[in-house]
């Protein structure tokens, strides 16, 4: 059976991530949950070319490896990093809380997964922000001045004095802001479909934020401080010559 033939139903069987898709799209799978998807487009007025497209594209892996991020610059690695922050906030979080938004049943775990997850949202939404403002900021002035860009370099870094890259960086692997939510979510029996979808998308999540860490970890820190070292060598060297 072809792609567009399939009802959601079938699809989100065989890929939960077709959901995101749909939820991107507008679509509430639930009221279409035994419709084909051609049937869908019809609803919509879509092309039926161009969603199933939109539905393989999905199933690529388009995501750089390690191996590949390894060899980037600083400069590269950050602007992967902001682009992963936008799918996070974006994509898979507001999907997640629709699929939270979905679960039934009395249980206190269905009714505490529906207060944590807004303020988990809130809190990991504001930790981007102060990453991307603060550390990818700071780092973004080190290229620069690496390249020649900051007229008096000394002079900036002395106002971010602030900072430290190697305490930053210690502190960093020691987060895990997926802890309480992960434990809940791990809580949840799989009992009905949309459970299910939220353990999966949840997981999947997951996995995308611990590759995200290892690239921070591994990769962002050790080239900044490395960087931030061999500028404050050259600094000092060009103070004895003068």
């Given at each position: 059976m072809q792609m567009i033939d399939k009802t959601i139903s079938m699809l989100l069987a065989e890929n939960p991530t077709h959901?995101?898709?749909?939820?991107?799209?507008?679509v509430d799978f639930e009221e279409h949950y035994?419709?084909?998807?051609?049937?869908?487009?019809?609803?919509?007025?879509?092309?039926?070319?161009?969603?199933?497209?939109?539905?393989?594209?999905?199933?690529?892996?388009?995501?750089?490896?390690?191996?590949?991020?390894?060899?980037?610059?600083?400069?590269?690695?950050?602007?992967?990093?902001?682009?992963?922050h936008v799918i996070f906030i974006k994509e898979c979080l507001p999907y997640i809380g629709t699929l939270i938004d979905k679960l039934k049943g009395p249980g206190s775990l269905i009714t505490d997964l529906k207060l944590v997850f807004p303020l988990f949202f809130e809190d990991f939404v504001t930790h981007i922000h102060e990453e991307?403002?603060?550390?990818?900021?700071?780092?973004?002035?080190?290229?620069g001045i690496k390249q020649g860009k900051v007229i008096n370099p000394l002079k900036k870094l002395y106002r971010l004095k602030e900072i430290n890259l190697a305490t930053i960086a210690l502190d960093h692997k020691d987060e895990?802001?997926?802890?309480?939510?992960?434990?809940?979510?791990?809580?949840?029996?799989?009992?009905?479909?949309?459970?299910?979808?939220?353990?999966?998308?949840?997981?999947?999540?997951?996995?995308?934020?611990?590759?995200?860490?290892?690239i921070e970890d591994q990769l962002l820190f050790p080239k900044a401080i490395a960087m931030e070292k061999q500028i404050w060598t050259e600094i000092m060297q060009q103070s004895v010559d003068n």
């Open positions: 959901g995101r898709v749909l939820h991107s799209l507008g035994d419709r084909s998807l051609a049937e869908v487009c019809e609803v919509f007025k879509w092309n039926q070319k161009a969603i199933v497209k939109a539905f393989e594209f999905e199933n690529i892996n388009i995501k750089p490896t390690y191996e590949e991020l390894k060899i980037c610059s600083l400069g590269e690695l950050i602007a992967f990093l902001k682009q992963s991307e403002d603060g550390l990818f900021d700071y780092i973004k002035i080190l290229v895990d802001e997926m802890k309480s939510m992960r434990a809940l979510v791990a809580e949840l029996p799989v009992t009905e479909f949309i459970m299910g979808l939220v353990k999966k998308e949840f997981q999947a999540f997951d996995q995308l934020l611990r590759f995200h860490a290892e």
